[in-house]
T-cell receptor, first 115, second 116 residues
Framework: EPEVTQTPSHQVTQMGQEVILRCVPI?????FYWYRQILGQKVEFLVS????????KSEIFDDQFSVERPDGSNFTLKIRSTKLEDSAMYFC?????????????FGPGTRLTVL | AQSVTQLGSHVSVSEGALVLLRCNYS??????LFWYVQYPNQGLQLLLK??????LVKGINGFEAEFKKSETSFHLTKPSAHMSDAAEYFC??????????????FGKGTLLTVNP
């Protein structure tokens, strides 16, 4: 069964460093998303991506964040200069189409720890 | 803005007992509603979804949920808990009044433990 994969499963970094979180969405999916979950808090939407551009972003997704689909399979989230408050579980998701009822398929997450 | 409330961050039941996980949403427009489950070290997996067809929705693993507009609720139930149901459960909504913004808004999650 096709699934969304994410690497690494756990990333530890120093404050101020750049990190890139990687995701491989399901191959025939067209919409891609990043969410994050700070420990003890809700899963929060960060950004959605379609047709090689951002379609929506939340207020969390400031200039320190960027997303890219560098080739036909990977979807990356870059944090330019990490802060302590960026420590969270980051989930990638993809869906076959753009609608409110299409299922979003989630990856297992990358736990980011900023020291 | 949409919000989702899951009452009870932790629910504990005995094997074979009824499972009831509560979810309430705030919206003037009936949203699309989802229940996801997360097993340890895995991603979020869709259990079921409400998309304005039947108000009683059946999902995988014997779970079902009923959409009640008057109560703005979408509670998840299973008649008889199994040990393998132990996981974290998330209720989520997608707001059709958000246009082409298909983001999911999640509740805080409910951790279900099943005792032998």
């Amino acid at each position: 069964e096709p699934e969304v994969t994410q690497t690494p499963s756990h990333q530890v970094t120093q404050m101020g460093q750049e990190v890139i979180l990687r995701c491989v969405p399901i191959s025939n999916h067209l919409y891609f998303y990043w969410y994050r979950q700070i420990l003890g808090q809700k899963v929060e939407f960060l950004v959605s991506f379609y047709n090689n551009e951002i379609s929506e972003k939340s207020e969390i997704f400031d200039d320190q964040f960027s997303v890219e689909r560098p080739d036909g399979s990977n979807f990356t989230l870059k944090i330019r200069s990490t802060k302590l408050e960026d420590s969270a579980m980051y989930f990638c998701a993809s869906s076959v189409g753009g609608s409110h009822y299409n299922e979003q398929f989630f990856g297992p997450g990358t736990r980011l720890t900023v020291l | 803005a949409q919000s989702v409330t899951q009452l009870g961050s932790h629910v504990s039941v005995s094997e074979g007992a009824l499972v009831l996980l509560r979810c309430n949403y705030s919206s003037s427009v009936p949203p699309y509603l989802f229940w996801y489950v997360q097993y340890p070290n895995q991603g979020l997996q869709l259990l079921l979804k409400y998309t304005s067809a039947a108000t009683l929705v059946k999902g995988i693993n014997g779970f079902e949920a009923e959409f009640k507009k008057s109560e703005t609720s979408f509670h998840l139930t299973k008649p008889s808990a199994h040990m393998s149901d132990a996981a974290e459960y998330f209720c989520a909504v997608s707001d059709p009044s958000g246009g082409s913004n298909y983001k999911l808004t999640f509740g805080k999650g409910t951790l279900l433990t099943v005792n032998p």
